[in-house]
């Protein structure tokens, strides 16, 4: 509890504090349809609420909790068996290094085979990591989170993305 009223403070005040911040970049005159203060205005407005959120759930939490331990305090003291205190082992221990080397193994690709073929190779491995069985859930996530991606950054937020050497160069430069 303590230490989620500790993270909700830490956040506020670090979203407050470059929040104000944000307001001092210098605007640009580009082509763009955003600003360059959206996305840092947007991203800690955002994580100002949820450590508010954080903060009031978390007081709130914490004063069930209090009026419930009196209560129990009242009437008979719980007892507690070994099963209460069972130390799981985590399901799948590996995922971590597998989901830490397939996004090292996206930064050496994105250059080479560009933007398209490698977050479609990504988003496979991921979503067979996460355990997806069904073929057609796989392939419609990853082309459809490509396809999104691809059109979030070139479309809407003019983000130039790597197109790689090659014959994966021609084929981004089909596609955009």
Request: glycine content about 4%; cysteine-free.
């Amino acid at each position: 509890m303590r230490t989620n009223i500790v993270v909700s403070i830490i956040t506020i005040l670090f979203s407050a504090f470059f929040l104000i911040q944000t307001g001092q970049i210098v605007e640009r005159e580009t082509d763009a349809t955003l600003s360059s203060t959206f996305w840092p205005t947007f991203l800690l407005s955002s994580m100002l609420v949820l450590g508010i959120i954080l903060l009031v759930k978390t007081i709130i939490q914490r004063k069930t909790n209090r009026a419930d331990a009196a209560e129990e305090q009242e009437g008979v003291e719980a007892q507690l068996d070994d099963s209460d205190f069972v130390d799981e082992a985590p399901a799948f221990p590996n995922r971590l290094w597998l989901m830490i080397a397939i996004s090292f193994a996206y930064v050496i690709l994105l250059p080479l085979v560009g933007f398209i073929l490698s977050s479609l190779v990504i988003l496979v491995a991921i979503t067979l990591l996460m355990g997806v069985k069904k073929w057609s859930s796989l392939v419609l996530t990853s082309v459809l989170g490509t396809a999104f991606l691809t059109f979030l950054f070139i479309n809407l937020l003019r983000v130039p993305l790597p197109r790689g050497v090659g014959i994966f160069r021609d084929l981004s430069l089909l596609i955009y």
